[in-house]
């Protein structure tokens, strides 16, 4: 059974950082595209940004040069750094996995002063 398991969502003042994990289990992780999306109140969910089994990366235009995705095949885990958060970053991050798809339950992120 796959599972995905966001964490690291909080609250934070513009301009801060966050790094949110998602552990993957029930899958062989290292050749899983995986994701990154987020859907704010009332919005569409969105892409932030992808990383193929190979390490190739993807993101949305609204979030390059700030939020950076990494993966650890040793703990079967991929990370998202955001950085220079602004408050229109606020939502729900949700991890995803492209052999499914499969979804986690997703993590909130507020961005506010």
């Known amino acids: 059974q796959v599972q995905l398991v966001e964490s690291g969502g909080g609250l934070v003042q513009p301009g801060g950082s966050l790094r949110l994990s998602c552990v993957a289990s029930?899958?062989?992780?290292?050749?899983?595209?995986m994701g990154w999306y987020r859907q704010a109140p009332g919005k569409q969910r969105e892409l932030v940004g992808t990383?193929?089994?190979?390490?190739?990366?993807r993101y949305a235009d609204s979030v390059k040069g700030r939020f950076s995705i990494s993966r650890d095949n040793a703990k079967n885990t991929v990370y998202l750094q955001m950085n220079s958060l602004q408050p229109e970053d606020t939502a729900v991050y949700y991890c995803?996995?492209?052999?499914?798809?499969?979804w986690g339950k997703g993590t909130l992120v507020t961005v506010s002063s």
């Open positions: 995803y996995a492209n052999t499914g798809p499969y």
């Open positions: 029930g899958m062989i992780f290292r050749f899983t595209h």
């Open positions: 990383i193929t089994g190979g390490g190739i990366l």
